[in-house]
């Protein structure tokens, strides 16, 4: 075989590598939550088509001609959101942290999952993230959504990401790491303040708003 055509080989065989660590990677990570949780289907643990045991023909069925192609888009970047966020699993907490190699804080982390999972950029802290997309109750939780803690006398003091199960991923608190809690703990059960599910063509309109408001370069 000719030189070219070797480098042409070694390219594909590169590029084949590289997207079957990361498949990898993703797939890890859902069969250690699944186990986590305790569940031998991995499609309850997240409610995701991509993990279940089932065939494509039954998941097809069960789709209706009511799904809107936003709510497919989204349930796409929230398999995304939840198995990035569940790869940072162990990175430190960090105040003001914003990068894994730093560390993390509450809103740093979910800030990092959403922008790199699914190119969706989210406003510094808590608060202001308390402001985007639409209220949910508990009882509607989906995997992706935001949910908010009272945990330093402020509403809107804590946020984590949602996986499914009653379960939510967050950066906790200064000397432990990212890591999975159950909101049934009673710790948590009584510090739940809200959820917000968030709206992507809201964010992106929001940011151009930004752009436009924002004061000329000097």
Not at 20 to 43: D, E, P, R, Y
Not at 94 to 105: C, T, V
Not at 120 to 132: K, Y
Request: proline share 4%; hydrophobic share 40%.
């Amino acid at each position: 075989m000719s030189g070219p055509n070797m480098g042409r080989l070694g390219k594909i065989t590169a590029s084949f590598y590289n997207i079957l660590m990361i498949n990898l990677k993703k797939t890890s990570c859902a069969v250690a939550f699944s186990l986590l949780l305790g569940v031998s289907n991995f499609a309850f643990a997240f409610d995701f088509p991509f993990l279940s045991s089932s065939n494509d023909d039954t998941n097809a069925a069960s789709n209706t001609a009511q799904e809107t192609e936003s709510n497919n888009s989204w349930t796409s970047n929230a398999q995304e959101i939840i198995l990035h966020a569940l790869s940072q699993t162990g990175v430190k907490y960090k105040y003001g942290g914003i990068s894994p190699d730093a560390g993390f804080d509450c809103s740093g982390f979910v800030r990092y999952v959403f922008k790199e999972a699914a190119n969706l950029t989210l406003p510094h802290g808590a608060r202001a993230m308390s402001q985007v997309g639409q209220n949910v109750t508990e009882k509607e939780l989906k995997p992706g959504d935001l949910v908010f803690f009272n945990t330093m006398k402020s509403v809107y003091s804590h946020v984590g990401i949602y996986v499914g199960n009653n379960r939510f991923i967050h950066s906790p608190s200064a000397g432990s790491s990212i890591s999975v809690a159950d909101m049934n703990d009673s710790y948590w059960s009584k510090r739940f303040t809200g959820a917000r599910r968030v709206d992507a063509k809201e964010l992106a309109s929001t940011e151009l708003v930004n752009q436009l408001n924002k004061p000329p370069a000097k």
